[in-house]
């Protein structure tokens, strides 16, 4: 089967230039139905059926579903897309369709095909937020394929332990091909005792970075970069610290979306033809536990409420932050509070889900997960943002020993938090940048960051429970997260801008799951910087 | 009972430090000895508790007021050491409001403190309370952390503040609320200083990179606005004599300093320091000197000369932390330096225990040009120290003198910096590299049986009269190719040849050989001398330098076909770069510069796999066997000679020793291009005997040499075929080329050759208005040019550029 799909090329489809498209694209055809379709391995054309559905370019796949038919018409049974657009949670008549994007989506779906090859899901879903989008691909390109200190199926490996960490089959399914592309050791996928033992030795410091990274000390610094062999060099360890953040945040990112699998990877397709069964694989191997939609749905006058009541929440903190006065003491304990309440925040289905073998094996020790502050009597001190923040400290350490990526962190840091349309709901021109806010601090609370400019009251006032099992789930346990809880919070949100569909002239803010977009890619960035700030604080303290 | 000294009960010494202003002047510039008469101490320092994020001082220049997270204090400042005042943290339980970013210290009352508070509340002190607790008032209006606090040095009752959430206020001590509000309009103020000679401006500096220039009577809207810095300006402090000064300190590294008399903000010093800058503070009586000190990783205090940007004139490394706060002593005393650190230390250095780095600098520099120049400069003290003897013997040119006069307003310690520069010339014939030159660019290294590269390189070799060299290209052959592939006629030629060697071949040992190689080399280089023009054009004339050789060294390649038309074909733009014509049919093309756009990634070629291998059925004579017994070097000699050789068989690798011996042996001698050359052609037959490390070694010295020569295509090529994973990723790094779009000269965000804000074709030809697919050559200051041929031709009538958008194109 190797053999024959050697016969298959795929470069050229890629090409910006239609002429280069249009001869590639020939000579595919060719070859796949040449010899009466033996070329034709389940592969090869299962990556037609993603040209077919996912490719911005419009001849590509008109021609691969052209391609497609013709090998059905050879008798051979085609595949055909299961699951439901790029992600489970977002209803896929609400996700933007590869044909049907604006001139912008149209640039950055082209920009991701030509350096990735593919259009894949998370593209599809964030595309809701484009701008973010930009920035988060650009990051992404030079992470992975730009100038960098360590090699490139190094870097493959590092996001595929570090989206283990997760058992998040999608993004180690992804960085599988990727790794084996660039020329990676096939053997090495077996588990992470058979890379290299440099590559081991990062393994502890993936644990903790995924699930306690407040308990990284510069002796774990130490032990990385003055081992005898194998030792790590700063500007190694800098990079790979980036990239498992950056796996990390985006292992949340795809469960918190409910990303399905791609449709040319395992789960992604099926060769049945669709009346055998609704049966989904794809959610059993993702830990996914049955979609239920059996949340009731709140009458639509009560969910305008909802986003009233917090409206009026926001602007009585507004108004009356002048006058009241907290005192001091109060103040700390509010955040001491909020930080041991984020503990007690927990999702009621607290199963312990067997991570599929075929994930499991690039990680050990399953059972360190994240574990809330001070559970066990352990006293860790307070991280003050103010003593080691982002702007000040983060950033001119990353961008000494990895030069560049302190500024691309910084603009998607920034994107993510200032981005905002002055909507809620159907209310525009409002300020939300104090729900921002809440939403941020909120989860460098729940690591233990603390700012001191912050009035932890407000947490509890504008995010009420159900959104704060959410945020919980999708930050520290995102392997756990479901569609009832994606579904439960800001319901208002959706609800009532569905009414509102053809009334908006905006497209992109009529989409209902715009704002639910928006709030994964600030627990996105909020989880990646924290990350961050305690690796890169233990290399600081390492250094000085 | 408060341990704050009262107000106007110092002792009258120290007040009397501006009274005899005019007098420590004159002693200042007479020498740093006699400076310290008004102020006295030593470097000192003594332990906090806690982290310091800034320090002030009082005016009387006798205490010094330490904040930070957990620490609020006023320490004397004494003759040996320093003594903890006044503990301004007081009460049971730790408040926020003590928690400091900033303080500062009036400097017309010395009761009055302000600080900044992290939680965003500002708070005043006043030590003239009776109280423990000498909080004053506290302001909590701002909604982030205050950054930065600031007095009105002539102002007893207005502060201003600048904090993260944007805005800044100025108070007024006698009300409760603040008088007026200022919006940056952007997230956060990072520092704010009233301008110390006008009433009513004062600077403020942003995250995003900008200074504001603001009235304070006018809250409205800034006076002046500009961009200082890429990111944050953490920093900015007004010069204390010069009116329009203003020095910034940013995330960016830099310190700048503006002049702001002009109507657009001037910048005339930057210091590009090793990181990102927290604080700039002037040296008071010093008109060019500034001391700053850094936010992360580097824990030194310098004091910059900004004209002399490249090196601080002072330092001091005392500090094993980050340093938060520095802050001159004494308004108008230059030597004595406060500074608190994060390593919970506060320090009073004295300048004259600072250590001044351009005592340890070497102020020489040395370097060899390509022909074997030598040029050095020194320090004209270090050079006319010697005068007796004559260290300019071989000097051709003259000894160019740089010298700069002495500055007689410059007041101490200035360090001469003139100096010397001397140019040592080689003779020419001795100096000359041309045989280097030719045999680079005719050298076959792959893309040919192993047997008709040897015979090739040996003919080259021959050719610029390297007999010793072409014989062992020819024993190469011998040694690793069967009988098969070389007919006897041509091993008989090559024999025939090599006799008239062989009387020099058989008599060296190994001491002779340096100066047999000097001979040789001495005798192409009279030769090639005519050559050394063409070399010394750039790149882009190479092509044509490359066309005269092909011509002079008879090669096959017509040469009207290297200067063919540029236009006709992608791949032309290859073959042109290849010196040899049987490379470009090989695997060996370049990659297209359009098109990968991801890292190439390919496992190592090993060159020579096409190749027939023929290691396993070697031909050696058997009283080879027998030779080897001697010296590696007569064995050679032997196998040259001897006819029997291919009678008898032997394992190839069987040599590799010698082989192995032979390559150092060339490589010891400097000629690391024969070293190189061999390694590349036998490939993995003789890879495994030489060790990874001298290998790289080899190839890194022999790719600089290349490019020294500026033979770009053919180092590209060593690269290219070179078997060490460091050497081969050498062309896979920095592969981005940044162009701008002709119309609309902005930069191409976008792969291919559309420019996507003017969707137009970005490489037209600005002479023929064709596209232009091959070689693209572009004047870097206009964005406009052509194809190769047409803007050469076109530079020769006219320097303007073609497009006729005025520009003078710079081609280099």
Redesign the interface.
Known sequence: MEEREGDVRWDGLCSRDAAARAAALEHLGQAVLRRGGAAAAPRVLARLLLLAKRCPFRDVREKSEAILSGVQELGIRIPRPLGHGPSRFIPEKETIQVGNEDAMMHTLFAESFATLGRLDNVTLVMVFHPQYLESFLKTQHYLLQMDGPLPLHYRHYIGIMAAARHQCSYLVNLHVNDFLHVGGDPKWLNGLENAPQKLQNLGELNKMLAHRPWLITKEHIEQLLKTEENSWSLAELIHAVVLLTHYHSLASFTFGCGISPEIDCEGGHTFRPPSVSNYCICDMTNGYHGVDDIHASPTTTESVCEVEALMEKMKQLQECRDEEEASQEEMATRFEREKRESMFVCSSEDEESAPTRDVSRHFEDTSYGYKDFSRHGMHVPTFRAQDYSWEDHGYSLVNRLYPDVGQLLDEKFHIAYNLTYNTMAMHKDVDTSMLRRAIWNYIHCMFGIRYDDYDYGEINQLLDRSFKVYIKTVVCTPEKTTKRMYDSFWRQFEHSEKGQTTLSPLPLLTTPSAPQVHVNLLLVEARMQAELLYALRAITRYMT | MPPAVPPGSEPASRRGVPASRPAMEKMSRSGAALGGAALSGRTMFCHLDAPANAISVCRDAAQVVVAG?NIFKIYGIEEEQFVEKLNLRVGR?P???F?C?DVVWHQMDENLLATA????VVVTWNLGKPSRNKQDQLF??????VNKVCFHPTEVYMLLSGS?DGYMKCFDLRKKDSVSTFSGQSESVRDVQFSIRDYFTFAATF?NGNVQLWDIRRPDRYERMFTAHN??V?CCDWHPEDRGWLATGG?DKMVKVWDMNTTRAKEIYCVQTI??VARVKWRPECKHHIATCS???D?NIYVWDVRRPFIPSAMFEEH???TTGIVWRHLHDPYFLLSGSKDSTLYQHIFKDASQPIDRANPEGLCYSLYGDLAFAAKESLISSDSNRKPYIGDRRHPIFFKRKLDPTEQFEYISSSSALSVFETDVESGSMDWFVHTAKQYALAGRPLAELCDHNAKVAKGLDRNQVAQTWTMLRIIYSSLGTVSSANLNHSMGKGSAALPLMNSFNLKDIPSGLGSESRLDRSKGESRTENILLDSSSTLINNEDNEETEGSDVPADYLLGDVEADEDDLYMMDHENPHAEEQEYSLPQEA?P???E?V?NPSALDHLQDKADSPHVSGNEAETVSLTPVESFSLISISHSLYENRLPSDFFNPIVRDTLLFYAEQGDVQTAVSVLIVLGDRIRKEIDEQTQEHWYTSYIDLLQRFQLWNISNEVIKLSTCRAINCLNQ??T?LHINCSNCKRPMSN??W?C?RCRQCASMCAVCHHVVKGLFVWCQGCSHGGHLQHIMKWLETSSHCPAGCGHLCEYT
């Open positions: 997270r339980k408040s926020l409001n928690s970013a508070a992290t939680n965003g909590t209006e701002h909604k982030r952390t993260q995250e990111g944050p953490f995330r990181a990102s936010m992360m990783v824990h094993k932390d980050v098109f756009l991801r890292h990634i496992d790094a920095s981005t792969r291919g559309i996507d």
